[in-house]
């Protein structure tokens, strides 16, 4: 399973994009880790 990373930084709507962004690789199968160096990409 690929593992994706975010960094999030600035307003509200920067962290509500990144909570669908995270949702919707998820769902595609992509596990979101607490670490870029857990992370594939």
Known sequence: M???YFETYG???NHA???I???VL??????IVD?????DI
């Open 2 to 4: 690929p593992r994706a």
């Open 11 to 13: 307003c509200a709507l």
């Open 17 to 19: 994009d990144t909570a």
């Open 21 to 23: 962004m995270k949702s």
């Open 26 to 31: 998820a769902s595609h199968g992509y596990e």
């Open 35 to 39: 670490s870029i160096d857990d992370a």
